[in-house]
């Protein structure tokens, strides 16, 4: 198989010079782990997340989707265990003062031979101890015991200095979800099995964030809750594993560099878990999460607040919770992929060497460009701009030789470029260019609406 051209070097230089993703903060130095994504980024960003949407809410049977506060009564997170156990070990270099987590530095170390999921804080320190694992940053053997460090972000709320409620900025979407289970059922008039979506914002400190937009402190998630009868939870666990292994598919992800991962610890709760890995520039990792959570989450919610989340079955009468089914992926881990998986580097005929983004047309920021090939052919060419812009997303460029503007479309991966020459002023025609194969045809200016309609669709 051919070695793929893809760095994460080149992924952040390309980022930054196209407008898809820029450093957080940058003119004040950064603020470390935070990206800003640019003009290009957010509309494929965007497009990722509209794709997800349509395809888990609007296209799924029986799902329906929220957009929950970010900040939620504490007691949420007293029910869902975050308070006091979303914490990873941390160590700290008493040399050069860095943080690592005691897990990533066994699996480094090890190079993934030695599972650190399986072992306790104890064994991981004896571990490190015995052999003898350095801090990567100075390379030094001087560490802290391990500490537990929760990961959640607090701030407070009140409007005296004396008079402050702690809360934390969400850790993850889902509960947005289950707080939620019996205002959408009531309102959906929602039947079990049903599921709940949602897309926003999570926080998390952690410890040793990187790999550009892969782990970072504040991030989105996309998350999908399946609300099931217990016996049904296997079957649905298996289902979501197809749909959001045939998701990434869809999107054009070459199979071979999917895989699922089974999780070898499971949380007390949990009856199954699973990741789908992807091979990103450093290696493979996970890119999301699905979960048999049981009934755990409505149940605790239930004993927390007080207030009965027991599903009566219409017809039968039957009363239980709920188990649910989690299928969740972070936005933008996903981006990261889509990133990685399109970029290519083209040797063309002439020797000359083509950077292109092989995005899903549906997907790339923008999904048509529409170029005049001299600039006294702008007004036609704007006529058309016009006309396509309320339908798709397009981008304009009259500067520079016609070659040039292709190869810059081909780096931020629009799909088809459609140049108004001077036929057109003729017969009313376009070039129409496809991205991939460079392969060129003519089309009256009247059917690229219905042509893109057809070939950008997800
Ligand atoms: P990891 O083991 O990589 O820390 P996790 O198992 O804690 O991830 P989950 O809590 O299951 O992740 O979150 C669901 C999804 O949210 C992940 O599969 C990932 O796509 C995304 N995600 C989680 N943490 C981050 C982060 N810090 N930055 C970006 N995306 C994240």
Redesign the pocket.
Known sequence: MAKRAVTMEKLVALCKNRGIVFPGSEIYGGMGNTWDYGPVGVEIKNNIKRAWWKRFVQESENSFGVDAAILMNSRVWEASGHTTSFS?PKMDCKECKSRHRADNLIEAHSKGKVNPDLMSNEEMETYIREHRICCPICGKFNWTGIRTFNLMFETSRGVTDENQNKIYLR??TAQGEFVNFLNVQRAARAKVPFGIAQIGK?F?N?IT?GNF?????????M?HQWFCKEGTDGEYYEQFKTRAMQFLLDLGFAPEHLRFKDHDKLAHYAKAAC?IQYEYPMGW?????I?NRTDYDLSRHQEFSGKSLTYVDPVSGERYIPYVI?Y???????MLAVLAEAYDEETLEDGDVRNVMHFHPAIAAYQAAVLPLQKNLAPQAKELLGRLKKQFSVSYDEAGSIGKRYRRQDEIGTPYCITVDFDTLQDGTVTVRDRDSMQQIRLPAEKISAFLFEKTAF
């Open positions: 990873d850790p993850e999570a998390r952690e964030p937009i892969f782990r970072t402190i504040e991030f989105e998630q998350e990741d990792s996970e890119l999301n999460g979960h989690e969740s992926i972070g936005a933008d881990r996903l």
